[in-house]
């Protein structure tokens, strides 16, 4: 079965404190990972997505088949990085599932 | 970039009646629409899949006479809840796909849909 699994609900920093937001993944054959991106009052953005191993606002995520995770990571934390976070695999048929979500709040 | 437009943004019904929401891909061809379901504070949860031209694939314990998906086209996919009840409300989201140019997912803004 597809399954995505982000264990924290909600990750508080501080401005430039480095972040890691969890998820780690369920699927039997070769999945496609994705970042994705919800601010306040916004439709869902991409971030970024494991084939391409880009970085985008800083953040990066390396997808790690052994331990099926591809935790979302930033080195210096930006109160503007404040949103909810989405991971999600797209699997069999295309279907594209997502955790629970990661509220990240970044204080000043 | 690709864009969504989802339509309406919001909208208030009556108990009893029918609601349609339309996703529309404005500049590329989306060969499969997905529709979402998301409750406050809560993740999208998958409705159903559809491909252009074809019937909708719906999730374990969605009901399709309920929710009926339609995708007449490649630029065109609706959603629509039949015999709203309260329960029903919710915000629904759109996304389409190009998997042919794996150009990923493209999300729609969403409706806001609450039933009175």
């Known amino acids: 079965a597809q399954r995505v699994t982000q264990p924290e609900k909600l990750l508080s920093v501080f401005k430039g404190a480095p972040v890691e937001l969890k998820c780690n993944y369920s699927y039997s054959g070769s999945p496609e990972l994705f970042w994705y991106v919800q601010y306040s009052r916004q439709r869902l953005q991409l971030l970024l997505r494991?084939?391409s191993r880009e970085s985008i606002k800083g953040f990066t995520a390396d997808l790690n088949k052994g331990e099926t995770s591809f935790h979302l990571k930033k080195p210096f934390a930006q109160e503007e990085d404040s949103a909810m976070y989405y991971c999600a695999l797209s699997g069999l048929g295309g279907k594209l599932i997502f955790g629970q979500g990661t509220e990240l709040s970044v204080k000043p | 970039g690709a864009v969504v437009s989802q339509h309406p943004s919001w909208v208030i019904c009556k108990s009893g009646t029918s609601v349609k929401i339309e996703c529309r891909s404005l500049?590329?061809?989306?060969?499969?629409m997905f529709w979402y379901r998301q409750f406050p504070k809560q993740s999208l949860m998958l409705m159903a899949t559809s491909n252009e031209g074809s019937k909708a694939t719906y999730e374990q314990g969605v009901e399709k006479d309920k929710f009926l998906i339609n995708h007449a086209s490649l630029t065109l996919s609706t959603l629509t809840v039949t015999s709203a009840h309260p329960e029903d409300s919710s915000f629904y989201i759109c996304?389409?796909?190009?998997?042919?140019?794996?150009?990923?997912?493209?999300f729609g803004s969403g409706t806001r849909l609450t039933v009175v």
């Open positions: 500049d590329f061809q989306a060969t499969t």
């Open positions: 996304s389409a796909s190009r998997h042919q140019a794996n150009y990923g997912y493209t």
């Open positions: 494991h084939i």
